[in-house]
């Protein structure tokens, strides 16, 4: 299945079989948190993420989707990176029905004071 790209002005996509989900990750931060959109080069957006561990061996993605999954209450086997394992700018897939998860993701941001658009 081809890779589509990401939404110049959305910072997840449904596509067949979940979203793909555009995230700028801070690894080495102080706390560790989600917190509004990164504008990116080639002028897309991406939901900015913060973790505290290191981006050694894989630890920084592992705390990113953990966190992912803690804050939306999706299984971490749901949370795949397509794009960008070793980048800051990253492509995770969400697993499941695009349909919900993209009613999910857009009450969330809506509702989360900490992710409005800075």
Do not use: H, Y
């Amino acid at each position: 299945m081809p890779v589509p790209v990401l939404s110049q002005r959305s910072w997840f996509v449904p596509v067949e079989g979940g979203l793909r989900l555009a995230v700028r990750l801070q690894p080495r931060a102080g706390k560790t948190g989600l917190g509004g959109l990164a504008a990116l080069a080639d002028g897309g957006v991406a939901l900015k993420a913060r973790v505290t561990a290191v981006p050694e061996e894989g630890k920084a993605n592992a705390a990113l989707i953990a966190l992912l999954a803690k804050t939306w209450r999706l299984p971490k086997g749901a949370f795949e990176i397509v794009i960008g394992r070793s980048d800051r700018n990253k492509t995770l897939l969400i697993a499941g029905d695009p349909a919900s998860l993209e009613v999910s993701l857009e009450a969330w941001f809506r509702d989360n004071e900490a992710c409005e658009r800075r």
